[in-house]
């Protein structure tokens, strides 16, 4: 377990972020893209510089060693990982810190904390990494409750059973990523599920914000890996049936798979797990502009052949990331297995791309392609997207806006929602900014639709980044819907997106997660506001 | 559209039931595999013979020309197509026909018929092509109704738009599945989802089950091809955002997907289909025995190939379907795609087969495979597949307990699953029937698991079938309960396995559904006692 202390504002810990001259070279670039000048970084918040409200609540007794009131902890699990929690955090608000933290270590504990939750009028809001980029753990949950408590599941993050036979793991939901897969590499096996918030997130967490892993094709989401889940709510536990598949009715875990802890707390699961891959076969590919590139890729996923990446960056993203001299669109392309070589695999999939634009980077012929993934285009685009959380904190301390947006779509319906998306955007950002950038990769992509990623980097202005920044998510959330695409594919919903899911949502699904949150958490206390409007 | 008139009593039509021929050799087969003599078929029911009871109810005038009393149309939705239905039909009881038969041409249709039944306290039992069978579409409804409705879907059948470029098509769900796949066939599509009940069964029966298609790995449920639906309730109309993947919240095509009815009539989705293969690779196998060619299974499985079919038969019903001689167990091994050659897929199976023991059918090597799949093994199989359910119907009729029961479970618990299984259920044969044979088959197998799928036949007396087939069902049902199965994998709970059902599903999802139902239904009208003990 990494013994660095993580930064109680933003992403990962002190040790990694950008160096000084990181940072100059960040301004620069910045003052150079937007013709700006005097640009400074803000420093990050200290503990002493803030201020954290008076604790409303005392926990029972029996409970107050599980809980904490140190400011580093309240400080440290008042915000997410998103835009709206990093200015905040640099603004050094830190007012809707919850009252307390708990620290649970078995789920006797959590029956524990609920009860009194329940009882007492308190929120409860269950917390794995802390890595929401939607306010899905911020304990800001209106005036109907008497406190707030951030359940940090951290402490319940055992391997329980390794079943090499049937390729499954019973794990406990507070297990940190790099630990999980610490566990199943020495029996050869990984979940092979890497979000990028894969170093500081959990399992419960991913299970219950439907994330996605960095697999571009066949298994994205997290849900295909469950194979079975138990969940704590306030009237009871639901343990559902481990199996490779059932038709009994509608399924269970799905019900609680993407639950965001409106419901209850997951605390282990039966996940899936795969062999290692041993064979890797890799590519990069220029295009002439992201549109043609958007048709290779619907070709090789509507081929059948599910490569384990194939992501494609515009010629903006590209640059932006150090992949590529911004006037062509980069696709990384990759295929791995555990069982065969992929020479069939990537040879058909390299001639779907030259058949639609496609030219592959360097010299290199098929069989040439093999362990090229920390090298060149591909590379770069790696170690940029390992990179970039810090960097980005960075720019949001010099006052940009900076944030991204992802949905999905069918393909036919592509080409004109990203057409109108960049055009009313790079207004949007024009009239609030007096200019921006938009950029856009796939990050995923089905047989039926692709998953485009916006990235928007306007400049701001410190003090109002916040009014800012949401006149640009209001607007690209509207977007979104009015041009039928998802609120979100998965980042999950949160209170961020809250507003747009309950429009994208049927009404009659929306009264079944009310009546089941009425059933399962009688006291309205699992994470107000999230996914349901708070019941009291 | 199929001319010819549906049975009544039993599967598909008149004019494809067993020849006289053909009748006499299944006689011998049942007299010399359990030393019985003198069997005789009953005749099928008549509708003169048999006696409905008087309709309770009377629609309002403006529902009227929707309704039927006739007795073909009462008689012909009383039943699915299950063991206990046959046998029933067999003995001319009809006693819970519904009282009325209606026949919506549109969503309007619907909503006022469910309206008429929410005031009138009338069950309303969605049908669709009537091939349950686990008395999903029985109007056994309990005491707390006025009168039973059966809406058939037949006419709610149009192929509203194809997408070839997203490759989806949006259908309504009571469109029969040759009808579906000969729409999409002039464009190159199909939705590839053969359920054994193809021919005379529905896509919204396909949905509201979960129903399994043929092929079996990767895409088995119906639940996969899904894009979004739309569903009637007493509550108002869900309809569900087209999209290849999304994240915001538990999914609300999940939640309906498998529903039974129970909340609402699924009236239309859009689907996920695929470009027609015109690549196919199929070879069969022979193993020594059944648990030796359960490990390749799992080997193939594993090893990311995704084959269309992978089968095994175990040594009986391997016999028992004339597929080979009874002394070893057999593969059936397929590929399909459109896109692409299948030399470097079908090799590697073969040999992960070969490494478990499976010897290769005929002389033939690797690639002599190709269009393989209508002869040899195969192809007894798969005429024996599409035969069997006229088959069965004829042992029925001789008095004999034929039925089959699937489940699903991971493959460490698998060999002590299996032998468990024929061991006991062999003990109970004899003791109800004093005798009968068990085989088993895989039809679908997962990465984790493989769904077995178990027939039984056993020497019954006419009038007690009914009671010898209830204490076999019981006896099965308990043990895949016991050693850790699902009820069912892909034929639906219904009433049939309601009992079990209940004691699978976590209780906290049961309330779920409970409350749901409430909120959707508020009259408890839809289906009752499917999923949910009656609400009223």
């Known amino acids: 377990m990494d013994k660095r202390r993580r930064k109680f504002w933003g992403w990962g810990v002190e040790e990694a972020d950008l160096t000084p001259e990181e940072q100059k070279r960040w301004v620069k670039r910045m003052e150079s893209q937007f013709d700006l000048s005097g640009l400074e970084l803000t420093p990050p918040p200290k503990l002493e510089e803030i201020e954290l409200p008076q604790p409303r609540i005392t926990p029972p007794d029996t409970l107050s060693d599980l809980c904490s009131s140190a400011p580093y902890d309240r400080a440290g699990h008042t915000y997410g990982k998103g835009f709206p929690d990093v200015v905040r955090a640099y603004e050094r608000d830190f007012s809707v810190a919850p009252d307390l933290v708990a620290f649970p270590g078995t789920e006797q504990d959590i029956v524990n904390l609920l009860d009194w939750c329940s009882s007492a009028g308190v929120a409860a809001i269950p917390y794995g990494g802390g890595s929401s980029v939607v306010k899905g753990t911020e304990p800001d949950v209106g005036e109907g409750f008497k406190g707030t408590l951030s359940i940090d599941m951290k402490n319940i993050d055992k391997v329980l059973e ?32 890497f979000p990028q918030s894969f170093e500081f997130s959990t399992l419960g967490g991913w299970i219950a914000t439907r994330s996605g892993g960095h697999y571009a094709t066949l298994y994205t989401h997290i849900d295909e890996f469950v194979e079975s889940l138990r969940v704590i709510t306030p009237s009871g536990t639901v343990g559902t049936l481990r199996l490779p598949g059932s038709g009994a009715g509608p399924s269970p875990d799905r019900f609680f798979i993407g639950s965001e802890g409106a419901m209850g707390i997951i605390t282990s699961a039966w996940m899936r797990v795969q062999d290692r891959p041993t064979f890797r076969a890799n590519a ?46 980069v696709m990384v392309l990759g295929f791995e297995s555990a069982d065969h070589p992929l020479d069939a695999w990537v040879s058909r999939a390299l001639e779907c791309c030259r058949d639609h634009g496609g030219t592959l980077e360097g010299e290199g012929g098929d069989s040439k392609t093999e ?21 980005w904190e960075a720019l949001v301390a010099m006052g940009m806006i900076t944030e991204t947006f992802e949905t999905a779509i069918t393909w036919e319906r592509f080409p004109e929602f990203h057409e ?18 938009i950029s856009c990769r796939f990050t995923y ?50 209170r961020y997106h809250h507003e747009w899911y309950k429009k994208q949502r049927p009404d009659g699904f929306g009264k079944v997660l009310e009546e089941a949150k009425r059933v399962l958490d009688p006291a309205g206390i699992m994470n107000p506001g999230v996914l349901i409007d708070p019941q009291r």
Chains 1, 2 share one sequence.
């Open 371 to 391: 362990s090229r993934h920390r090298q060149g285009m591909a590379g770069a685009w790696r170690d940029s997207f390992i990179r970039m959380p810090y960097v």
């Open 420 to 437: 109108t998306v960049i055009g009313e955007m790079t207004e949007v950002m024009e009239e609030v900014c007096g200019g921006g950038f």
């Open 162 to 193: 390794i079943d090499e036979t049937s390729r499954a793991a019973h794990m406990q939901a507070g297990i940190y990523g790099p630990a999980l897969e610490g566990a199943l590499k020495p029996h050869g096996l990984t979940l092979r599920h």
């Open 284 to 329: 990069a590919l220029t295009f002439p502009d992201f549109l043609v590139a958007s048709e290779a890729v619907r070709a090789v996923s509507q081929a059948g052949l599910y490569p384990a990446n194939i992501r494609i960056l515009d010629a903006g993203e590209a640059y932006f990331n150090g992949v590529a001299e911004g006037d062509e669109a």
């Open 445 to 494: 992509a089905y047989p039926d639709g692709p998953v485009p990623y916006y990235s928007i980097t306007a400049p701001g202005k410190k003090g109002s980044q916040l009014e800012m920044g949401g006149e640009i998510k209001k607007a690209i959330s509207e977007l979104f819907l009015r041009l039928g695409g998802t609120i979100t594919h998965h980042h999950g919903v949160g």
